[in-house]
Nanobody, 116 residues
Framework: QVQLVESGGGLVQAGESLRLSCAAS????????MGWYRQAPGKQRELVAA???????NYADSVKGRFTISRDNAKNTVYLQMNGLKPEDTADYYC??????????WGQGTQVTVSS
């Protein structure tokens, strides 16, 4: 059974940094597409960043140059390094795994709050 556990969220001031972690069990992340999504109150969940099995990355325009997605295959963990945080980055952040068969698995989310 696939489980994704996010951690690293918190309350920071604008301009500061956070690193989110997503630890996977029951699957091998390097064989799947791993993504970070976020959902702000009253808004739809949106893709923030994703990394494929070949290491190709994709970012939302709003975070390009500030956020970096990476993975540690030995730890079976995906990270989201968030620098230069802005109040508009405030949201619940979720990790998602998409398998080669198109099955999606979600973590429980971690809250990020950026104060101005």
């Amino acid at each position: 059974q696939v489980q994704l556990v996010e951690s690293g969220g918190g309350l920071v001031q604008a301009g500061e940094s956070l690193r989110l972690s997503c630890a996977a069990s029951g699957s091998i992340i390097r064989y799947n597409i791993m993504g970070w999504y976020r959902q702000a109150p009253g808004k739809q969940r949106e893709l923030v960043a994703a990394i494929g099995g070949g290491g190709i990355t994709n970012y939302a325009d709003s975070v390009k140059g500030r956020f970096t997605i990476s993975r540690d295959n030995a730890k079976n963990t995906v990270y989201l390094q968030m620098n230069g945080l802005k109040p508009e980055d405030t949201a619940d952040y979720y990790c998602k795994q998409t398998t080669g068969r198109g099955t999606d698995y979600w973590g429980q989310g971690t809250q990020v709050t950026v104060s101005s």
